[in-house]
């Protein structure tokens, strides 16, 4: 797909998004090890990572599915949305108009969704007693 923006505007955008992850907010991820993977491969750390919802799910639920698509079928009434990303990827290959704002949506309907399962994925956790296998002091 190569560059959305140009030089100075991802430098920049970069730059803010490196600054967040070394901030102090909390951040909710799914499957952080391949999300760290990919910050470190661009020279960015992150820091106070509140919830993996992957690895937060396997240790509720070894034997079950990890996906996201799955973990929001079963926790969630969010409507199904992964096809959207892949429709999108199709046109931008085939070179047809593609849908822009269908990739935008696909992104903040997955990171709508893995905020609201950090917080009913928690609340098991917390439930089950198993916090300390999630939030090791």
């Known amino acids: 797909w190569g560059s959305y923006w140009d030089l100075d505007d991802e430098i920049e955008i970069w730059q803010a998004y490196g600054r967040y992850l070394e901030s ?32 937060a799910w396997r240790v509720l639920w070894p034997e079950l599915p990890r996906s996201l698509a799955y973990i929001q079928s079963v926790l969630t009434l969010e409507p199904y949305h992964k096809d959207e990303r892949k429709d999108a990827q199709d046109q931008k290959r085939s070179d047809a108009p593609g849908d822009e704002d269908q990739l935008w949506r696909y992104c903040a309907l997955d990171s709508a969704v893995t905020l609201e399962l950090a917080g009913i994925i928690a609340e098991q956790a917390i439930k089950a007693g198993l916090q300390n296998q999630i939030w090791p002091e």
Request: net charge positive; hydrophobic share 40%; aromatic share 12%.
């Open 24 to 55: 102090s907010n909390p951040k909710v991820l799914h499957n952080a090890q391949a999300d760290l993977r990919y910050f470190w491969h661009h020279g960015l750390g992150a820091k106070n990572i509140y919830l993996d919802t992957m690895a």
